[in-house]
């Protein structure tokens, strides 16, 4: 249903640290480079996006929850929180990775970064955990889930919540619905329903 993404910071923050730095010598432009660019490149190019097993179903979940207990907190009160930890449940993982949606984002060493659910023309379950966000990963499945969506569908769409709206926003989505569910203690989870055009 909702979606987390992660900001494309890391490279973004470098390089225009590098265009502002006009004045700085070959020396301090190298260091840059080599330390800074080269390595985070390598880092993104390690990371490898595939189809989730059953037996991770537990470690989706892990995932999903992690991030929503320590971003979501900051941005929705006690029950919409819930909410959401309750709608991602281990049955919903499960019954995405048995009909082939559900998908992982490991680092070299095979660590879980990251997952995302591709229902039909629909990106659900995006969430970065917090200790690799800010790297351009949430980006990264932005892409990824948009070019499966591509072979079938002119068109991406998602339910975005508040964290992840100004993400999607940058990428091209606009949001076209505004909805709002009431959940326990009088709290209210609010969220845009959001489209994207998709080139051919």
Do not use: W
């Not at 080269?38 to 991030?67: D, V």
């Not at 919903?92 to 949606?101: K, L, V, Y």
């Amino acid at each position: 249903m909702l979606s987390q993404a992660a900001p494309d910071k890391a490279a973004g923050y470098t390089i225009k640290y590098i265009i502002s730095c006009r004045g700085c010598n070959f020396k301090t432009l190298t260091y840059l480079y080599f330390c800074l660019i080269i390595p985070y490149i390598k880092e993104m190019n390690a990371m490898e996006i595939r189809k989730a097993e059953a037996a991770e179903t537990a470690l989706i979940k892990e995932l999903t929850h992690r991030t929503i207990s320590a971003v979501y907190p900051h941005y929705y009160p006690e029950g919409a929180v819930r909410f959401f930890l309750e709608h991602h449940s281990e049955e919903r993982i499960m019954r995405d990775i048995n009909a082939g949606e559900v998908y992982l984002l490991t680092d070299d060493s095979g660590q879980p970064a990251g997952t995302v659910t591709v229902n039909g023309n629909e990106i659900n379950r995006l969430f970065v955990l917090p200790e690799f966000q800010g790297k351009g990963l949430g980006g990264k499945l932005i892409a990824f889930a948009e070019k499966l969506i591509a072979e079938n569908y002119s068109k991406a769409e998602l339910s975005a919540s508040f964290p992840a709206k100004a993400i999607y926003l940058k990428k091209g989505y606009r949001a076209v619905e505004f909805h709002s569910i009431l959940t326990e203690n009088g709290d209210y989870l609010c969220y845009d329903y959001m489209k994207k055009e998709l080139l051919p």
